[in-house]
């Protein structure tokens, strides 16, 4: 059968294979009961028969006992012998027997406890296929869907309004040629620090989960490659669907764009525009604000520098977990990490030393700033981070993601069951080789006793 590479097709396949391997298991329970009812029936018949048979064996004692003259014995020790030698006929029988009842019986536990399991995967299989087809009703028109239209409106509302919301909003904030004097430019820089401290935090956090993985698979279990492989699937979902449902995120970054653009003037009352664009005051407020951005750019390099640092750490520890940190830091690789995370952090030192010595300039320049003036800035970044995602969304490579990751996992899930339907196989034979020793064990001593006693097989 063809490998599958849908998950449709898979838990279709799925559901087939534990529908069959149910109704198997079923047949093979009644086969097993029938065969139990029958053993138990032999197992009755031998227990009779060595019974009839010890019987005869003490009526000829009790014949041997009465007879008066050796001479008249011999016809009775015949007798007695045939009925030895019919008891332990029946003494083997009865044990093959006893064995047989034993075996069928803990087959049928076994092959009870197995039925239940299959019917329990069977509904686990009828459920994800159901999720199956749910999931790819929902995602199948984003497949199919041209979606350029929605490129073409982000890219509309950028060209009809992003200017003139510019010009309102932007106006109402100092700027300068050189992005370092420009507070309209650090501003927006370290809201984008902050941004990328998180970033740098969950790439963190992708690095101890991404290696948990490669742990993982580095079992060579098939199962073991399905959760990255799961969680890949899900975020191209994710993105795929953000990207097909983004007219209503369109639509409102084009309404505050046009609510921007509208605006009848300046946030600012004269007042406010006197103290924020004084000019007696603007020389010394830009050199102070050069000092702020080459102490975020330092901060920037820092960061930048902790993290690959942290990552490194981690690595270390992995690799000797019983070594300290001071240790690692003091020979490679850790070590030129260390280094240069520390030579990172004295310069950012230093920035925020110098930075110091003008923090009340820049404090009362950001204070001048009223609210009104910070909040339509915020509008205005995130209208046109959401409309400028969009229009350099590549559409191909989205759909090729979801695709793709389909695939993948629809491969690899075949691939786990396959592996999951030979340990079964392997599970059943280890069940049944031991019961059938321990039933052996328990069995040893009678059998032990017929073969002694009798040419009965063993």
């Keep these: 059968m063809p490998t599958p590479t ?37 197992y009755a018949a031998s227990a009779s028969a060595l019974q009839a048979a010890k019987d005869k064996v003490e009526a000829c004692r009790k014949q041997l006992a009465a007879i008066a003259l050796p001479a008249d014995s011999a016809p009775v020790l015949a007798q007695m012998r045939a009925a030895l030698i019919a008891a332990r ?32 995967a069977l509904a686990a299989a009828q459920q994800e296929k159901q999720a199956a087809e749910a999931a790819s009703a929902v995602r199948q028109p984003w497949l199919a869907g041209a979606l350029g239209g929605l490129k073409t409106n982000a890219q509309a509302a950028l060209t009809d309004l992003e200017t003139a919301a510019r010009a309102k909003v932007e106006a109402d904030l100092p700027s300068h040629a ?18 990328t401290a998180q970033t740098g935090q969950a790439e963190l956090a992708a690095g101890v989960q991404d290696a948990s993985a490669d742990w993982q698979e580095a079992s060579g279990r098939k199962a073991d490659k399905l959760a990255r492989l799961a969680a890949s699937f899900a ?21 505050s764009l046009q609510a921007l653009a ?5 946030a600012l009352s004269a007042a406010q525009q006197s103290e924020l664009f004084d000019p ?3 020389a010394a407020r830009e050199a102070a604000l050069e000092k702020l951005a080459a102490c975020d750019d330092k901060r920037r390099l820092r960061d930048a520098a902790e993290n690959t640092y942290q990552a490194g750490l981690f690595s270390a520890r992995f690799a000797a977990p019983d070594s300290s940190e001071a ?17 990172a952090q004295g310069q950012l030192d230093s920035a925020e030393t110098a930075l110091a010595a003008v923090a009340g300039v820049l404090e009362s320049w950001f204070a001048a700033v009223p609210e ?23 559409i191909t490579d989205l759909k090729a993601a979801v695709s793709n990751g389909e695939k993948a996992l629809a491969e690899a899930l075949d691939a786990a069951s396959l592996e999951r339907r030979q340990l079964a196989v392997l599970h059943d034979a280890l069940a049944r080789r031991e019961a059938e020793a321990r039933a052996g064990m328990d069995l040893l001593p009678g059998r032990q006793r017929a073969a002694l006693r009798f040419i009965a097989p063993v």
Excluded: C, M, Y
């Excluded at 509208?262 to 300046?266: N, Y």
């Design 6 to 42: 849908t998950l449709n097709g898979f838990w279709s396949e799925e559901v087939a294979r534990q529908q069959a391997s149910l109704a198997a298991a079923r047949l093979q329970q009644i086969q097993t009961q029938t065969e139990e009812q029958a053993a138990l029936a032999a």
């Design 89 to 120: 006929q029946a003494a083997a029988s009865h044990v093959r027997n006893a064995a047989a009842q034993r075996r069928l019986a803990e087959l049928r536990q076994a092959q009870a406890v197995g039925v239940t399991a299959a019917e329990q």
């Design 178 to 195: 050189n992005d370092a004097r420009s507070l309209l430019k650090q501003a927006r820089l370290r809201a984008a620090l902050a941004a």
């Design 235 to 255: 975020l191209a979902v994710a993105a795929l669907g953000r990207f097909a449902q983004s007219q209503p995120s369109i639509d409102q970054a084009r309404a």
């Design 262 to 266: 509208s605006l009848a003037g300046s």
């Design 280 to 282: 007696a005051q603007l």
């Design 327 to 343: 240790d690692l830091q003091a020979v490679p690789p850790l070590k030129p990490l260390f280094d240069a995370r520390n030579t």
């Design 372 to 394: 009104p003036v910070w909040e339509r800035l915020e509008q205005l970044d995130a209208a046109l981070a959401t409309l400028k995602a969009i229009k350099d969304s590549n």
